[in-house]
């Protein structure tokens, strides 16, 4: 009887990076399922509200969380929980799409101005710096009042004005892979630039875009709730949470105070469970970026060599 | 251990002030569908029998938000604020006589509704005791008070002096020239004063609305004021310190963000019989305007005393000033302000139609709207306020208009279709950024219209943006706001004449301006009520607004405050003749 050794299973990278994140991110862990339930309900949004966003019910204005109605009504009689959910879609939109285009615009901007250098490299980064210079609240107001609100607007100015910040952390990635001898034996055999940015310099920052990107969606959100609060973002009637925590909600924020408290709390949930997600992405894709004394897997390492210390107290 | 011990302690903590704010908040509260009508009070009155002199008042103006512009009634940049700033210490031309014609004489009129009184109540405690107008040639002719005397002031080295005619030709020649009139004053030619106590108005043309415009409205030339002041080198009448008074009260401090302070005036003409008594005007020493910037500022100095008085708090804050202060008196009214959809009928090919627009009325739920956003009243405050003798209520306009106001999608539906729009279309609705109630309307509309094919999207932009889309007529509807107490100032907002505005959405061809055009010559109050009335019929039948709801405002005063009867205007936001009549008990 011979007996064959087993050869251990591989598993996928996805796969690994799952196991890692449930393993030793169990905060990034909470991040992703609050994540997951954002596009969920985004996506879903028509099947799970029980009532159309839109609908108000006169009778039933400024009702406190009931069995019709869970979270309560607005001051027009409208569900609050359909309106959270349908402005669960507009945040996944506005944050998914604006945080891709502001990636985009990083990266080219990034890639372009480091590895052309010179001239070119001194304009673009003085242009980023004039950008920076400007409050990015007030620039966006300033945008939006001349192109009009509306939720491609809003898209379209937080992806290019955090593009364009973005693109200074590219620069500097760039700038260190360029000088490695595999980019200078491409650029010694004649490859176009256009095959050495695309193969040899984009697959080599791809896991600073991707923590890029998924710390830009929480601050998309909040930019655009903010944008919304004070009317400069997506216009009534759509449920943006911003909006929702705006306009009648202050009016009658002490009399009926849920019309407040939900899309704060969605708002406040989602931005912390996004980060928290992103924070653990950083961690396991990229170990040079790090968090400090505050990460989970730092606390448990420490407490970790305290108890091995106390145990063994020659060592 | 003693870590986990203060972390469970903390997260306890945070739960229970959590659970109790929560379980504050979870008290319900219903819509109020109460119907507010004219001079509805909620509280008995509070009268002393025996007048008590001296204390001070502290009174919110309606523009006690910000610094006054300037104490120049004439020059100020914002007359119509500055006129209120003036009033204790600058008599007006008219007014309302409140002790005549209001709830402690006959109660005829209630002196609740901003800016308008029917000419019939007017004559109080003013200047002008009678007028008479003759037509050829046109001549208004106002008799004046005698006995009454400019205070002297030794800022400007003035005497006290007897007040004269020659200060009222002084005063309103000065203010029809002024910058800010632009044409209101088209159809006056001049004014002269043949003696000592009478006043010629020589006009042109004849203005029904010249009691407004020339005695108790907002604009310059009303206030009379000496010449002396405004005439000091340096700022003038601009610097409270150079004027003078024929008022009850003489301003005698002024503090940038804090508050105008005002002193009675012992050379006050003004008298008051009480239970047969006559008395002497003011009863109180000092009066306070405060200035408050914000809402909750206010609201608490309400709720502990420190403001006396505030005849425009926010319909909002009712309930919180009940549970911050039960002894407070709160008085409901109407404002005469209402708000109005415009729809572009010149320009939109929609709405160009009548049947389109009578239809997409019948697809408005009014009374859901009103409810919603400004509960207390049913019936439409636009083009007519309810407290004017040319009000015409639902019940009684004919029947293809009170059809109008019932809500009726089915047949709003067939209406579109029959006039050729089975698949209904799309319209935006402009509303400005910051008003909530706007964009309520407006999110209610989108819904209510959706019912009837009709896809309406909400245009949410800035105030200076809203009013370049309004004059240049690129909208398809428009939220306006209007004073509908004076009913000829709406209505010729309304109309496309030659007179005061003249940016709206009816062509100068319409049957509307004959009419407007023969109101405004109108010197009968009777004929004057019944073309008012004609016209406002008019323009509701033609539809090219859809009316909201008069609005409530909110009266809230101390009990203290004594021989006083819910009044809150006697002209316009003039509330001095009250001020001046009132006395606070000890308390």
Redesign the interface.
């Given at each position: 009887m011979s007996v064959t050794a087993k050869e251990p299973k591989k598993r996928s990278k996805l796969a690994e990076l799952v196991r890692r994140m449930i393993t030793e991110q169990p905060l990034g862990t909470v991040g992703a399922i609050i994540t997951l339930l954002l596009l969920f309900t985004g996506i879903f949004a028509r099947w799970l509200a029980p009532y159309g966003m839109n609908d108000p019910h006169p009778l039933y204005a400024l009702q406190g969380p009931s069995l019709k109605f869970w979270l309560g009504t607005d001051n027009i009689g409208r569900d609050l929980l359909s309106r959270l959910i349908y402005g669960a879609r507009i945040s996944m939109i506005v944050g998914l799409i604006a945080s891709l285009l502001s990636v985009v615009i990083s990266v080219i901007l990034g890639i372009l101005s480091a590895y052309v250098g010179g001239a070119f490299d001194l304009i673009i980064q003085r242009f980023v710096d004039a950008v920076l210079s400007i409050p990015s609240l007030l620039l966006l107001m300033v945008v939006i009042s001349l192109i009009g609100t509306g939720m491609w607007q809003v898209i379209f100015c937080l992806g290019i004005s955090n593009g364009i910040g973005g693109s200074r952390m590219i620069r500097s990635l760039v700038i260190g892979i360029k000088s490695n001898l595999y980019v200078q034996a491409a650029v010694s055999v004649g490859a176009p630039t256009w095959k050495i940015l695309v193969q040899h310099i984009l697959p080599n920052i791809m896991a600073p875009i991707i923590i890029i990107f998924s710390m830009t969606v929480p601050s998309v959100i909040l930019a655009e709730a903010g944008l919304s609060f004070l009317g400069f973002g997506i216009p009534p009637p759509a449920p943006s949470w911003g909006g929702m925590l705006s306009g009648s909600a202050r009016t009658y924020m002490f009399k009926d105070p849920w019309m407040a408290i939900w899309p704060g709390l969605a708002l406040a949930i989602v931005v912390y469970g996004v980060n928290m997600f992103g924070d653990a992405l950083r961690d396991l894709l990229d170990p040079r970026l790090r968090g400090g004394a505050g990460r989970y897997g730092t606390i448990l390492k420490r407490r970790i060599s305290k108890v091995i210390t106390k145990e063994n107290p020659t060592e | 251990m003693k870590s986990k011990i203060i972390l469970t302690g903390l997260v306890l903590l945070l739960t229970v002030s959590l659970l109790s704010s929560l379980s504050g908040?979870?008290?319900?509260?219903?819509?109020t569908q109460s119907t507010v009508t004219q001079s509805t009070t909620t509280t008995t009155t509070t009268n002393a029998n025996a007048p008590v002199y001296g204390g001070t008042l502290t009174c919110m103006t309606d523009w006690g938000n910000t610094d006054p512009a300037g104490f120049d009634a004439d020059l100020s940049p914002a007359v119509w604020s500055t006129a209120v700033w003036d009033a204790p210490f600058l008599s007006w031309l008219l007014g309302g006589d409140i002790d005549t014609y209001g709830p402690q004489g006959t109660n005829a009129f209630a002196f609740q509704s901003a800016e308008y009184i029917p000419p019939q109540y007017l004559g109080g405690n003013d200047l002008v005791t009678s007028w008479s107008v003759t037509m050829n040639p046109i001549v208004i002719t106002l008799n004046l008070r005698t006995g009454v005397t400019w205070a002297a002031n030794s800022t400007i080295g003035m005497q006290a002096r007897p007040f004269t005619s020659a200060d009222v030709v002084y005063s309103l020649t000065r203010g029809f020239a002024a910058p800010i009139v632009g044409g209101t004053y088209s159809f006056v030619t001049s004014v002269t004063a043949p003696d000592a106590n009478t006043v010629n108005i020589n006009c042109n043309t004849f203005n029904a609305n010249w009691a407004y415009y020339i005695g108790y409205g907002y604009m310059p030339g009303m206030i009379t004021c000496p010449e002396s002041g405004n005439s000091t080198a340096g700022a003038g009448g601009e610097d409270w310190r150079n004027q003078s008074s024929d008022g009850p009260f003489i301003i005698s401090n002024y503090v940038s963000g804090s508050s105008v302070t005002y002193t009675s005036n012992p050379n006050y003409w003004g008298k008051s019989t009480i239970n047969g008594t006559s008395y002497k005007l003011p009863f109180i020493s000092t009066l306070v305007y405060p200035i408050i910037s914000d809402d909750s500022s206010l609201v608490a100095a309400i709720e502990t005393g420190k403001v006396d008085w505030n005849p425009s708090q926010p319909l909002?804050d009712s309930?919180?000033l009940k549970t911050g202060n039960s002894s407070l008196i709160q008085d409901n009214y109407l404002t005469g302000n209402a708000e109005a959809l415009k729809l572009n009928r010149l320009d939109n090919q929609y709405l160009q139609n009548e049947s389109v627009r009578r239809a997409l009325m019948m697809a408005t739920?009014l009374n859901?709207i009103n409810?919603?956003?400004w509960p207390g009243s049913t019936e439409p405050g636009f083009p007519i306020a309810q407290g004017n003798p040319a009000y015409t209520s639902i019940s009684q306009l004919p029947t293809s208009t009170q059809q109008l106001f019932t809500y009726n999608a089915t047949a709003a539906k067939q209406a579109i279709t029959a006039a050729g729009y089975p698949n209904g279309f799309s319209l935006a609705i402009t509303i400005q950024?910051?008003s909530?109630t706007d964009?309520?309307v407006?999110?209610?509309l989108?819904?209510e219209w959706a019912n009837v094919g009709v896809t309406l999207t909400?245009?949410?932009?800035?105030a200076t943006a809203k009013q370049t889309l309004d004059n240049s007529r690129k909208f398809d509807c428009i939220m306006e706001s209007f004073s509908c107490n004076n009913p000829i100032v709406p209505l010729s907002q309304v109309e496309a004449v030659a007179g005061v505005v003249n940016l709206d959405v009816y062509s100068a061809s319409e049957n509307f301006e004959t009419m407007y055009n023969k109101m405004v010559l109108d010197t009968d109050a009777a004929t004057l009520t019944a073309d008012e009335k004609a016209l406002g019929l008019a323009i509701l039948d033609d539809c090219g607004f859809i009316p909201f709801g008069d609005q409530v405002g909110l009266n809230v005063y101390q009990p203290w405050i004594k021989n006083y009867y819910n009044e809150t205007d006697t002209g316009y936001h003039n509330r001095v003749p009250m001020e001046a009549e009132l006395w606070i008990a000890p308390h």
């Open positions: - | 908040c979870t008290k319900k509260t219903t819509t909002s309930a919180e739920d859901t409810n919603l956003t950024s910051t909530t964009t309520d407006a999110q209610l989108v819904s909400i245009n949410s932009i800035d």
